[in-house]
C-alpha cells in the first residue's frame, strides 16, 4: 500500500472548489473527501489545482553536456516547475538520432522518477540538415518517439523538410520545425529593428521566421501533413498561422514564456542573461502572442528551457550563447503574461501547459482532466505568492534566468507524479526518496 | 565620468566640457614641452582585440602625455585569441592594477560588459566596439568641425546649426553612430547618405535624416561632408555590386569635390581608400581635416583619459 | 555664520597700488615683467596689476594666466577639475621676470604646482609671487614677495575674493564660525 494524499479545498481550473485524493497512483477521488484516513493531508485552501503540466520543448542537455544540466537534474527543474511530463529536444552528444539514444535518454528519466522523459527525435543524422535520420527506428523503439525535430538549426532544405513531414505519417508522427531561415540570419544577435541598429548587433529579422512557417505549413498542406512550428516570436508568424488554420491546414505552434512576457529593451545593457534564440521581440509581437494564445491560434506555451554554464554567459553578447532555462519559472510567467491580464483563465492554462501539448506529442498518461480514475500527474499553484523571483527557485543545474530579481506573481506549491510527490510545501523530494517511488509505481504498473 | 562607453549618453554640458579640456590639451600640444605630469603613477592598459595601429598609438600618445604608463595588450597572439575570456583578461588587468583600460573589440558592447561587469574598478574607454560605438571618434570630429568653425572662440560652444553629410556604410559604422548622437546633442543637423543595403532596415529612432543621393545631398552645401571607408568584404556579402558602382554613386569623386564650395569640410575618420569612397584631390585639398582629425585625437583622447582618471575613483 | 568684510573696493584699490609700486621697486623698472595670474580670481588681479604698473611705468606691461590644473598633487583626493586657459604673452617667459599673481596664499600647493607649469613654458630669469590676502597655514616653504594684506585666519574660516569683473564688485570677505 503506498502512501496517499489528500489535497484538501484546492480550486480546480474550472474554479470549484474541490478535495482530492491520489491514491495507487491514480485520482481516487474528486470532491468532498470524508474517508481518506491514513493519507497525507495537503492544505490546498488558495491553490490551483492544474493537471501535470507537459513541456514539449526542454533541453535536458544529457547525454554530451552534463555541465549543463542532466536528466535528473532537469526533471528536478520540471518538478520544481509543476511539470510532470517533459520532451526532450534531440540536440545532446551523441545527437537523439538513433533509437539507441532515445531509449537511453527515456530510461534516464524513468530511474530518477521526476517526471515522465519523453524523448524527441532528429529529423537529420547529426541535425546536419543532409540526411534523414532513422524516424522509424525512433518511433518504434521502446521511447516510442512521436515528435520529430532538429531544433537548434532549421530543416531548411524544403525538400528535406517535404520528405520529413510526408515519412512520419507512417507513424502518426510530427515534425517540429525551429524556423530560422540561415542566410537571412547569419550572425544574427538579436531582433532587427531601431534598437539593433542602435546597438551595432546584427540583426535577426521576422521575415526569417515567417518565410519558413510559410513554406512549410503549405508543404504540410501539400502533403497532407502534421506540423508543428517551435518558439513562435512574431506577429508576422501568427497572422501566417491563423491564415494556414483557416485553412484548414494541419498546423499546430507554441510560443515560450519568455515570448510572452518580455521584449528586446532588455538587450540595450548587453547582459547575456537575455540573449535567446529567436530573439526577444517587440512590444508589438508580444501582445499578438498573448491573443494568439489566447484565441487558440497558437496551441501551447513551451518552455524551450535551455540551460548554460555560467561561462557561456559571462561574457560580452556576441561570444554568449543563446538560451534561457525557464521550466521553474513558466507557470508564474504565463500567469504574469495572459492571465493578470485577464486573456484566458486557469482552465485556459491547464490547455496550453497540459492538455494540448501531451495531443499534440501523443503522450499517453498526462494531460486529462483532473477526475476520478485518471493517473495521479498534477500541480499545485499558488497565485497569490508574489515575489521575486531568485536563485532559490531554480532547481536545474544552471542558473541562467532571465527573471532573477524579477517579481513573479506566484509559486508552485506541489508537483505529484505517477501519484507520488516530487515537490511538495515549495521544496524539491530527495533523488532517492523519488527514485524509490518511482520504482514501486512501477511494480505496481506491472503487478 | 566613470567610463566613456559611448556617446548616446553624453549630456551636452559634459560633452562640451570634454571638448573645452581638449582645448587645453592642444594648447599643450603646441608647446615644447608637451607632457604634462597630470597622471604620474597611473597604468593605462591599451587592450585591443582588434588591430588598429592608428587608434592604438593615439591613445598611447594621449596616455605618455599625460604621464600615465602605458601597457599595450593586443589580444592577437596572445592568450586571449587561444580562448581566454574577457572577464579573465579583465581579471588579469585589475590584478596588474591598471587604472584605466582602454578597449577596442569586435563584439558591440563589450566595453559595457567590461564596465559594467564588476570584474575591474579601473575607468573603461570605448575605442570601438564591433558596429557600436567609437566615441572618441565622433568627439575628435566634432572638435574638428568647432575649431574650423569658431577658431579661438571654439571653447563653450556646440555646433548648434551646423550641417553635416555622413556618407558610406552607415550600417556597419561605428563611427557614423557615435556622431550621429554626438553631433546632434551638440545642435548639428545630419543626414546619412549610402545604399539603403548599408543602412539600418529601421532608423526611425535616429535623429538624423537619410538619404540614397548624395548629389541632392551636396546641393544643400553643407557644412561638412565625412565620408566613411568602405570595406571591400562588403562587396562580397551583396551589399553592392562592385567598388566601380559605388564609387560612381557615393563616393565624393573630383566632380562632387568641385561643386562644394571652399567652406565645404570634408572629413575622414581613416584609413581612406582613395579612389573608391574618396577621390585623392578631394583628401588633399585644403577643405580635408583628415591630418587635423588626427592631431585632434591625440588631444580629445587626453581630455577624455584626463576626465575619467584624474580625479577621485568612485564617484559617478 | 558671520560674515565680516575685511577689505572694501577703495582698501583693495590701494593694496593693489602699493604691490604694483613694490613690484617695480624691486625690479628696478619695468624692463623684463611678465605678470601671469593663476586662475580665476588672479588673472583677474593680473590684468589690474599689469595695467597699475604700466600706468606708473608708463609702458606696456604684459600679462597672462598661467593654470596650474594639471599639475596639482592633489587632483586624485577631489572630483575631477576643469582646468581653465593658460596663455602667456606674446614673447613667452624666457629670461623674463615673472610675477606669479593668485588672490589668496594659504597651503602653497597651488604656487608649488604653479613652479612645475612654469617650467614646462620655459626659463624665467626670476619668478616672484604677488598675493592679495595671506591667510598663513603653509604646508610648503613659500613665501610671498608681495602681499596685499596678511590676515591670520583659522582653518575652518572661508576667505572669499570678490572681483568685479567676475562677481559684480571689490571686497574681501571672511566667513567665520560664531565657536
Redesign the interface.
Known amino acids: 500500500m503506498r502512501e496517499s494524499h489528500l489535497i484538501t479545498g484546492a480550486t480546480l481550473p474550472n474554479g470549484e472548489r474541490a478535495d482530492i485524493l491520489v491514491q495507487n497512483g491514480l485520482i481516487a477521488k474528486v470532491g468532498t473527501v470524508t474517508d481518506a484516513a491514513g493519507a497525507t493531508v495537503v492544505d490546498g485552501d488558495g491553490l490551483i489545482a492544474l493537471p501535470g503540466l507537459v513541456d514539449l520543448h526542454t533541453h535536458l542537455r544529457e547525454p554530451g553536456y552534463e555541465q549543463s544540466e542532466t536528466v535528473l537534474t532537469g526533471t528536478q527543474a520540471a518538478a520544481a516547475g509543476g511539470f510532470t511530463a517533459v520532451f526532450a529536444m534531440a540536440n545532446t552528444f551523441p545527437v537523439a538520432d538513433t533509437a539507441g539514444v532515445v531509449e537511453q535518454e527515456a530510461s534516464l528519466g524513468r530511474a530518477a522518477g521526476y517526471a515522465t522523459v519523453q524523448p524527441i527525435g532528429a529529423v537529420t543524422v547529426g541535425l546536419k540538415g543532409a540526411e534523414l535520420a532513422e524516424l522509424g527506428a525512433m518511433a518504434r523503439s521502446r521511447a516510442n518517439v512521436r515528435v520529430f525535430s532538429d531544433d537548434g538549426f532549421c530543416v531548411s532544405d524544403p525538400l528535406l523538410m517535404r520528405r520529413a513531414l510526408e515519412y512520419v505519417k507512417a507513424f502518426d508522427g510530427v515534425i517540429a520545425q525551429h524556423a530560422q531561415e540561415p542566410r537571412l540570419t547569419e550572425g544574427a544577435?538579436m531582433n532587427?529593428?531601431?534598437?539593433?541598429?542602435?546597438?551595432?548587433?546584427?540583426?535577426w529579422?521576422a521575415v526569417a521566421e515567417e518565410s519558413i512557417i510559410a513554406r512549410d505549413v503549405l508543404l504540410a498542406e501539400h502533403v497532407g501533413s502534421r506540423l508543428h512550428v517551435c518558439h513562435v516570436s512574431t506577429a508576422g508568424s501568427v497572422e501566417v498561422i491563423r491564415w494556414a488554420k483557416a485553412r484548414g491546414i494541419d498546423v499546430t505552434a507554441e510560443v515560450t514564456p519568455h515570448h510572452l512576457l518580455l521584449t528586446e529593451d532588455l538587450v540595450a545593457?548587453?547582459d547575456p542573461r537575455f540573449k535567446v534564440n529567436p530573439p526577444l521581440r517587440r512590444t508589438e509581437d508580444v501582445q499578438a502572442l498573448r491573443a494568439a494564445l489566447a484565441d487558440g491560434t497558437i496551441d501551447i506555451v513551451a518552455t524551450d528551457h535551455a540551460p548554460h554554464p555560467v561561462?557561456a554567459k559571462?561574457?560580452?553578447?556576441?561570444?554568449a550563447a543563446n538560451g534561457m532555462v525557464g521550466l521553474e519559472s513558466a507557470l508564474a510567467v504565463v500567469h504574469a503574461a495572459v492571465v493578470e491580464t485577464g486573456l484566458m483563465g486557469w482552465a485556459d492554462v491547464a490547455r496550453v501547459l497540459s492538455e494540448a501539448p501531451a495531443r499534440i506529442g501523443r503522450l499517453r498518461g498526462h494531460g486529462g482532466a483532473l477526475v476520478a480514475g485518471s493517473p495521479a500527474e498534477l500541480t499545485l499553484y499558488d497565485p497569490s505568492a508574489a515575489s521575486a523571483f531568485d536563485l532559490d527557485r531554480l532547481a536545474g543545474r544552471s542558473t541562467n534566468s532571465p527573471y532573477l530579481g524579477r517579481t513573479l506573481p506566484g509559486a508552485v506549491v506541489a508537483t505529484f507524479h505517477s501519484g507520488y510527490p516530487t515537490y511538495l510545501d515549495g521544496v524539491l523530494r530527495p533523488a532517492d526518496e523519488v527514485a524509490q517511488r518511482a520504482a514501486e509505481a512501477r511494480e505496481d504498473a506491472h503487478g | 565620468m566613470r567610463h566613456l562607453l559611448s556617446t548616446r549618453d553624453l549630456e551636452r554640458p559634459e560633452a562640451i566640457g570634454l571638448l573645452d579640456v581638449a582645448e587645453d590639451m592642444a594648447a599643450v600640444q603646441e608647446r615644447e614641452v608637451k607632457k604634462l605630469p597630470t597622471l604620474r603613477g597611473k597604468t593605462v592598459v591599451n587592450l585591443f582585440f582588434e588591430d588598429s595601429t592608428r587608434t592604438r598609438i593615439s591613445f598611447e600618445a594621449a596616455a605618455k602625455r599625460l604621464s600615465a604608463d602605458v601597457i599595450n595588450f593586443s589580444a592577437k597572439g596572445s592568450s586571449v585569441s587561444k580562448g581566454e575570456s574577457l572577464k579573465d583578461t579583465a581579471q588579469t588587468l585589475q590584478a596588474m592594477g591598471a587604472d584605466g583600460v582602454v578597449i577596442r573589440h569586435h563584439a558591440s558592447g563589450a566595453p559595457q560588459t567590461l564596465a559594467t561587469s564588476g570584474w575591474i574598478d579601473a575607468g573603461v574607454v570605448n575605442a570601438g566596439d564591433g558596429t557600436h560605438e567609437h566615441p572618441t571618434q565622433a568627439l575628435l570630429d566634432a572638435f574638428t568641425l568647432r575649431r574650423r568653425l569658431h577658431g579661438r572662440a571654439s571653447r563653450g560652444r556646440g555646433l548648434d546649426g551646423t550641417r553635416v553629410v555622413i556618407v558610406g556604410d552607415i550600417l556597419h559604422s561605428r563611427v557614423a553612430r557615435s556622431n550621429v548622437w554626438l553631433l546632434t546633442t551638440l545642435g548639428a543637423e545630419v543626414e546619412l547618405v549610402g545604399p539603403p543595403t548599408l543602412m539600418p532596415v529601421d532608423t526611425s529612432a535616429w535623429p538624423a535624416r537619410i538619404g540614397y543621393d548624395l548629389d541632392a545631398a551636396l546641393d544643400e552645401v553643407p557644412d561638412a561632408v565625412m565620408m566613411l571607408r568602405i570595406q571591400a568584404e562588403r562587396m562580397h556579402a551583396a551589399y553592392f555590386p562592385n567598388s566601380r558602382e559605388y564609387a560612381r554613386i557615393w563616393g565624393l569623386d573630383d566632380a562632387r569635390f568641385d561643386r562644394l564650395p571652399p567652406t565645404t569640410m570634408v572629413m575622414h575618420p581613416g584609413p581612406m581608400n582613395r579612389g573608391l569612397e574618396i577621390a585623392a584631390r578631394a583628401a588633399d585639398s585644403p577643405q580635408s581635416t583628415v591630418r587635423e582629425q588626427v592631431a585632434n585625437g591625440v588631444s580629445v583622447r587626453m581630455a577624455a583619459l584626463y576626465l575619467l582618471l584624474s580625479g577621485e575613483r568612485g564617484e559617478s | 555664520m558671520a560674515v565680516r568684510i575685511v577689505l572694501q573696493q577703495a582698501d583693495l584699490d590701494r593694496a593693489l597700488t602699493r604691490i604694483a609700486h613694490e613690484i617695480l621697486e624691486s625690479n628696478r623698472g619695468a624692463d623684463g615683467l611678465v605678470l601671469l595670474g593663476i586662475p580665476t580670481r588672479g588673472v583677474v588681479l593680473a590684468e589690474r596689476l599689469a595695467a597699475i604698473v604700466g600706468r606708473i611705468a608708463a609702458t606696456e606691461i604684459p600679462s597672462g594666466a598661467l593654470d596650474v590644473t594639471m599639475y596639482r598633487d592633489d587632483l586624485g583626493r577631489n572630483p575631477v577639475r576643469a582646468p581653465q586657459p593658460t596663455a602667456v604673452p606674446e614673447g613667452g617667459i624666457d629670461g623674463k621676470t615673472v610675477v606669479l599673481v593668485d588672490d589668496v596664499l594659504y597651503s602653497g600647493r597651488t604656487i608649488r604646482a604653479a613652479f612645475d607649469a612654469l617650467a614646462d613654458l620655459g626659463r624665467a630669469r626670476a619668478v616672484r609671487l604677488a598675493v592679495l590676502v595671506d591667510r598663513g597655514h603653509r604646508e610648503f616653504p613659500i613665501r610671498a614677495d608681495f602681499v596685499g594684506k596678511n590676515l591670520p585666519s583659522s582653518a575652518r574660516e572661508r576667505i572669499n575674493v570678490r572681483l568685479a569683473e567676475i562677481d559684480g564688485d571689490d571686497a574681501v570677505t571672511i566667513d567665520g564660525r560664531d565657536d
Open positions: 544577435q532587427e529593428g531601431a534598437l539593433s541598429g542602435e546597438l551595432g548587433l546584427t540583426g529579422p545593457g548587453y561561462e559571462e561574457s560580452e553578447w556576441d561570444a
